[in-house]
């Protein structure tokens, strides 16, 4: 597609219930990478994906955080037992080379 | 490690005012900087990038300089517009594809 493509765009979620984030890059980026912005904060780096190498898992803030990516294409952000703490907006970036990042609009999380 | 510190918000100017918004960085090695900017309700968007030592980018009206001697890259604007209004978001990249470090973001509003 001719952008970063997320849903959804709004989440709504029991405490302690799974959630999957799902984002399509544009095609031939061959890297994407999961960020988290919390209200009124920074963003928070959280996993990182470059063509079939190994996942750069560094960021991810606990074991209920994991993330996956077929190929060069869909990538799925999974939280299971969802916390209060997880609700943020989880942006998702694919680039191609160094020209910097193309991000989607993003996934508002709320965990209630 | 690598980090970005950006002056803190919010800025709020008269339009035609002018614009600077600092930011400072902490790197080992020579990073690309970037600025993104994020207008209310939408995703980041590149605004500017450099990627060597005094390299300007420009786009929009908007500059910034790499200043490696006093590790910044400080955002300008000669006459800000109500329509400037936004986040704007600070970053270094260390090398190639690695992850994006991001600063806190500097909120704008700019007032008629």
């Known amino acids: 597609g001719a952008g970063v493509s997320q849903s959804p765009s709004n989440k709504v979620t029991e405490k302690g219930k799974d959630v999957e984030l799902r984002c399509d890059p544009i095609?031939?980026?061959?890297?994407l990478y999961w960020y988290r912005q919390r209200l009124g904060q920074g963003l928070e780096f959280l996993i990182y994906f470059q063509g079939n190498s190994a996942p750069d898992k560094s960021g991810l803030p606990s074991d209920r955080f994991s993330a996956e990516r077929t190929g060069e294409s869909v990538s799925t952000l999974t939280i299971q037992r969802t916390q209060q703490e997880d609700s943020a907006v989880y942006l998702c970036a694919s680039s191609f080379s160094n020209y910097g990042y193309t991000f989607g609009s993003g996934t508002r999380l709320t965990v209630v | 490690g690598d980090s970005v510190t950006q002056m803190e918000g919010p800025v709020t100017l008269s339009e035609e005012a002018f614009l600077t918004i600092n930011c400072t960085y902490t790197?080992?090695?020579?990073?690309?900087l970037f600025w993104y900017v994020q207008y209310p309700g939408e995703g980041l968007q590149l605004l500017l990038k450099a990627t060597k030592a005094d390299d300007k980018g420009s786009n929009k009206g908007f500059e910034a300089t790499y200043r490696k001697e006093t590790t910044s890259f400080h955002l300008e604007k000669g006459s800000v517009q109500v329509s400037d209004s936004a986040v704007y978001f600070c970053a270094l990249q260390p090398t190639g594809n690695t992850p994006l470090v991001f600063g806190k973001g500097t909120r704008l509003s700019v007032i008629a």
């Open positions: 790197a080992t090695g020579y990073p690309s």
């Open positions: 095609s031939g980026h061959t890297a």
